[in-house]
């Protein structure tokens, strides 16, 4: 596996903050270096994790210095995202990290989670910034679906990946997608009720991407793939919320999972998804199921 490598077309075009994610993808790639490639010792990890949390949060407050200036109407919604990375989800990997000893799997997890996190904040979130200064999109209805499915998922993914995406129309569990890999995602929203998100790639396509998206060469799942790809997710969703007028952190992440093709067949046995999306990149194909106010999950027995 190479080390994780900064792409140019992460830049936004503002030199301070390109420079600072610049910064915090070569901190990430010397610990993907020193600590999950040569197993070298945990002291360098260890250090590793402190300065890149102080490098993220001089970095935040720096990027929310420069949107005050400019007087960017989209401040408190993308303060916040920095928020929850702040106070909840770094502090939450530190524990992990210290209460497993800094082994591979939490250390690979922590990669994943803050090289996705930055991957699809910079793209969708970051970019918003110096696109055309208009800041929160307006709040959207679900009558005009190709707007819909326009801003909310082919326009960031085609940021994300850096080529054309198409929409295909409606996907069946008919559909074939060679060698599928089936990635579901459930959120917690408001009222307890939750949303279900299911990402259909054929395996190569999904290393590819997320091999364009980290700057790496994947041959085989791992937990960064399966991290990353959760974090971006997650800014999707986050920027699907302000499309339909909630907060951005309206949908919180419960559990990511691969599903074997059995357990994607049993999600939908008895209903249809209420939105199941084809895509086409290229010669290759995806689909994105969605379902939007499932019930409470029942407590284990």
Request: with cysteine.
């Amino acid at each position: 596996m190479r080390q994780i490598q900064w792409r140019d077309r992460f830049n936004i075009g503002v030199e301070m903050i390109d420079q600072a994610h610049h910064r915090l993808f070569s901190i990430v790639q010397k610990m993907t270096d020193l600590y999950v490639e040569r197993h070298e010792d945990k002291f360098a990890c260890v250090e590793g994790i402190k300065y890149f949390k102080a490098y993220t949060l001089k970095h935040f407050a720096e990027e929310e210095a420069y949107m005050r200036k400019i007087g960017y109407s989209g401040y408190l919604a993308h303060k916040s995202l920095h928020d929850k990375m702040r106070y909840e989800t770094l502090p939450e990997l530190e524990r992990m990290l210290y209460e497993s000893d800094f082994s591979t799997e939490m250390v690979q997890r922590f990669i994943g989670v803050c090289t996705g996190w930055l991957t699809g904040h910079i793209m969708i979130e970051d970019r918003a910034i110096i696109k055309d200064g208009t800041g929160e999109p307006a709040p959207m209805g679900l009558d005009d679906e190709m707007s819909v499915i326009q801003a909310v998922i082919t326009a960031p993914l085609q940021e994300i990946l850096g080529c054309p995406i198409q929409y295909s129309g409606r996907f069946s569990i008919k559909d074939v997608i060679l060698h599928e890999q089936c990635y579901e995602l459930t959120y917690r929203a408001a009222e307890e009720n939750r949303l279900r998100v299911i990402l259909v790639m054929g395996q190569e396509m999904l290393l590819h991407a997320a091999g364009l998206m980290l700057g790496m060469d994947f041959y085989e799942k791992n937990e960064i793939v399966s991290f990353a790809m959760q974090e971006i997710a997650q800014n999707l969703i986050q920027r699907a919320a302000v499309y339909f007028g909630k907060h951005p952190d309206e949908f919180r992440l419960e559990k990511g999972c691969f599903l074997t093709h059995e357990e994607f067949l049993e999600r939908f046995q008895d209903q249809s998804p209420q939105y199941s999306l084809l895509f086409h990149v290229e010669q290759e194909s995806f689909a994105i199921c969605i379902d939007q106010d499932l019930p409470p999950q029942a407590p284990a027995a």
